[in-house]
């Protein structure tokens, strides 16, 4: 079977299988967030902690739960790697320095799983399971979480309450991500993934040296790592090694897993708004710009245009695991990027500029297609209240969307949650482009080295954590200047959405008139896509014009 062939048959497969799964774990999820009924398991947990389940919270109490339950996350997981070195199945490893981890402890409760070590050599087994594996699982029910706020404040009418924190995000960890990473997580033993608590086994290369290399509870981290849009791995090497992703089934799958909740998410939107319509308006924004990145991506990779050696080769092979190739590395490069997910399967510094820019590109649109899990179904969302204020400005009416007019208030909430990623992203690299010292941490110098920098703030602010290996971020300015922009870029838009839910919720719906804008439409659909790239595209223009887009007419 030649190369093409494969590639085309990989994504059909893989588009195949998320419409199956579009439907029944949407419709699921919204089950799960709605239903009045609590399992035994999650009365023990309510117990434990001393939660009221059916207390429902306002937005500020929603909030201060989130942001109390993070806090304690960072803590406890800083000073888990602070003292790695007491406790059971180190492997021998040394604490972790204090900046380190710090940055690893944002990086983790973030849902950004940027790392600045190599996870083989740096932490020990209990660390990677009771640490972060832990917090892969929670991170991610924290974005599930506070879009389910957002949603409850479309539904709901005169009221101050959202839902309640707690609840919400025991529910979403026991009975979503835990079910579907048990039993994926023995397919990919099945695969060929390994999970054991072996130690270091010393081993020879291909070049005849010997590597020490150790085993690990690698399968159980790779399907949280994916399905939570964590991102990260248990080897320095991420899904490009055959510990973690061993063969092209295990690769489609890792793909498959970072994409199935983001896509599901708006089937979860539309049943608990009451309009299924609405859900499949949003999803087809997210497909189209998925299938568009998917394409360019992948004909920058094929049709190299950067070297000669590209020509030859039939494509940029540079960095890029044989085992997948072309197809396949272009299809996670996109697919880690529009998701919060930095988990990567061959080096994003060695894509060419244009395949390059474009990764970059999709992680300014604020990982929105899909998304992370959640977060790119509130920030989509915040958009359409973008595309729906700009149509009523177009024919003189007062916006409404989903029966909420959407007034001052509710637009300064969408425009500060929109404006607060770039700044973050901007400042934080023209103040590393600024200093002598972080400039020298570049490989590379020009356009491309640029691009590194940039692409760090990026992947930091908008909790990806993927990177252009180029730039040696492991110092103790890129360790709290990157750990800072995670922390601002996850919890600053948090009180933005919730803010919103707030609003919304207080309103007493309005009927739909003929005058509403029918927001389930193709129109809708392409007013939305057309607001999505025309607002990211005036923010960071500048910034792509002084690395990809100069590095490509280089």
Not at 288 to 310: D, F, M, P, Q
Not at 352 to 369: C, H, K, Q, S, V
Not at 467 to 492: D, E, H, P
């Amino acid at each position: 079977m030649n190369a093409t062939l494969a590639g085309w048959l990989q994504i059909i497969a893989l588009v195949g299988a998320l419409g199956l799964t579009f439907r029944p774990l949407g419709d699921y999820m919204a089950h799960v967030l709605t239903s009045p009924r609590h399992w035994r398991a999650e009365r023990l947990v309510y117990r434990a902690g001393g939660v009221h389940a059916d207390a429902e919270q306002t937005w500020p109490g929603y909030l201060r739960s989130v942001l109390a339950f993070s806090m304690v996350s960072v803590l406890f997981l800083y000073g888990f790697l602070r003292l790695q070195n007491h406790l059971l199945l180190s492997l021998g490893t040394e604490p972790v320095a204090p900046d380190l981890s710090f940055n690893t402890a944002a990086s983790f409760v973030t849902n950004t799983n940027w790392q600045a070590y190599s996870g083989e050599s740096a932490l020990g087994h209990l660390v990677q399971m009771a640490g972060l594996a832990v917090q892969n699982f929670v991170s991610a029910a924290v974005g599930i979480a506070v879009v389910a706020a957002l949603i409850r404040g479309f539904t709901r009418k005169k009221t101050d309450r959202v839902g309640n924190f707690w609840q919400d995000l025991t529910r979403i960890v026991l009975r979503v991500l835990l079910p579907i990473s048990l039993v994926m997580a023995v397919v990919l033993v099945a695969a060929g993934s390994i999970e054991n608590f072996h130690g270091f086994e010393s081993i020879t290369t291909i070049a005849g040296r010997h590597q020490s290399v150790p085993g690990g509870p690698v399968a159980s981290q790779e399907v949280i790592k994916e399905l939570g849009t964590n991102g990260g791995g248990f080897y320095n090497a991420n899904s490009a090694h055959p510990f973690e992703n061993p063969n092209a089934f295990t690769n489609w799958l890792e793909i498959y897993l970072l994409l199935v909740i983001g896509f599901a998410l708006p089937r979860t939107f539309g049943k608990m708004v009451g309009d299924n319509r609405q859900g499949y308006a949003i999803v087809a924004v997210m497909a189209l710009i998925w299938a568009a990145s998917v394409a360019i991506v992948t004909a920058n990779e094929l049709h190299s245009v950067s070297s000669t050696a590209g020509h030859a080769a039939g494509g940029m092979l540079e960095g890029k695991e044989q085992r997948f190739g072309i197809w396949a590395s272009a299809l996670f490069a996109v697919s880690t990027t529009l998701t919060s997910c930095g988990a990567i399967n061959s080096a994003h510094d060695s894509l060419t500029p244009g395949g390059g820019g474009l990764t970059i590109f999709n992680m300014m649109l604020g990982e929105i297609a899909p998304g992370g899990t959640g977060s790119g179904l509130y920030g989509i969302l915040i958009l359409a209240v973008v595309a729906v204020f700009i149509a009523g400005l177009m024919v003189g009416r007062t916006p409404e969307y989903l029966g909420k007019k959407l007034r001052g208030r509710e637009m300064k909430y969408a425009s500060l949650y929109i404006l607060t990623t770039p700044a973050i992203v901007l400042a934080g690299t023209g103040v590393a482009m600024a200093l002598p010292g972080e400039r020298a941490a570049m490989l590379n110098h020009g356009p491309h080295g640029f691009s590194e920098v940039l692409y760090a703030f990026t992947s930091a602010a908008n909790n990806n954590g993927s990177a252009f290996a180029g730039l040696s971020a492991n110092t103790v300015w890129y360790n709290t200047a990157l750990g800072l922009a995670m922390i601002l870029g996850r919890f600053l838009p948090m009180v933005f959405v919730l803010a919103l839910a707030g609003s919304l919720a207080q309103q007493q719906p309005v009927p739909v008139t003929a005058g509403t804008l029918p927001t389930h439409r193709p129109q809708f659909v392409g007013l939305l896509s057309a607001v999505i790239l025309i607002v990211v595209g005036l923010t960071y223009l500048p910034a792509l014009a002084l690395g990809p887009l100069a590095e490509g007419l280089h």
